[in-house]
């Protein structure tokens, strides 16, 4: 069966520090996989998306960047945070194609001070 | 584009009640639709999804929605509430992106409804 996993669970930075979360799938190979944030109140925003090794994309423009070093991981980075960067961030794998379900990644809270 | 809409951001029962969470969607193509759950500070898990098979669609944990096509609907729904269903509750429907001119496949979510449970 596959998994997600997403570490750290929780994270305090100070505004201006970097930022480096990682996600992980076991279980499957050559995955979509999704980063997502949830703010409060908010619901959520998709803010990458990539469908192979190297392979990003992004709808919205922002503080954040997204890599993909190998086909089961994908890391989401910031070189200086703001406040508004904090929220719930939460990442999603698919199988390859379209009109399919997503499954989620336990999340990592992050709050910038 | 495709789009949801929940009705209700808030949705109070008893328990033992019955649930029913609204979602209305929009989409030019025959939708694929789907709710998930998402209990405090976790991701969301998949509850049920609707294929273009039966419009009665089974999920997990008692819950089931059925697709109403003349009335663009798909609300959720459990016969009796128990006090562990209460979450927040995303209905989506599958969209296709544009990234960098790359089409892709992607769910539009709703904007959540939080359910609580009264014992």
Request: aromatic share 12%; proline share 5%.
């Amino acid at each position: 069966s596959q998994t997600i996993h997403q570490w750290p669970a929780t994270l305090v930075q100070p505004v201006g520090s970097p930022l480096s979360l990682e996600c992980t799938v076991e279980g499957t190979s050559n995955p979509n996989l999704y980063w997502y944030r949830q703010a409060a109140g908010r619901g959520l925003q998709l803010l990458f998306y990539s469908v192979g090794i190297g392979q990003i994309s992004s709808e919205v423009p922002q503080n954040l960047s997204a890599s993909r070093p190998q086909d089961r991981q994908f890391i989401l980075s910031s070189k200086k945070l703001l406040l508004s960067d904090s929220g719930f961030y939460l990442c999603a794998w698919s199988k390859q194609g379209i009109r399919l379900e997503q499954y989620f990644g336990p999340g990592t809270r992050l709050t910038v001070t | 584009a495709q789009s949801v809409t929940q009705l209700g951001s808030h949705v109070s029962v008893s328990e033992g009640a019955l649930v029913l969470l609204r979602c209305n969607y929009s989409s030019s193509v025959p939708p694929y639709l789907f709710w998930y759950v998402q209990y405090p500070n976790q991701g969301l898990q998949l509850l049920l999804k609707y294929t273009s098979a039966a419009t009665l669609v089974k999920g997990i944990n008692g819950f089931e929605a059925e697709f109403k096509k003349s009335e663009t609907s798909f609300h959720l729904t459990k016969p009796s509430a128990h006090m562990s269903d209460a979450a927040e509750y995303f209905c989506a429907v599958s969209d296709l992106g544009n990234a960098g001119g790359t089409s892709y496949g992607k769910l539009t979510f709703g904007q959540g409804t939080i359910l609580t449970v009264h014992p």
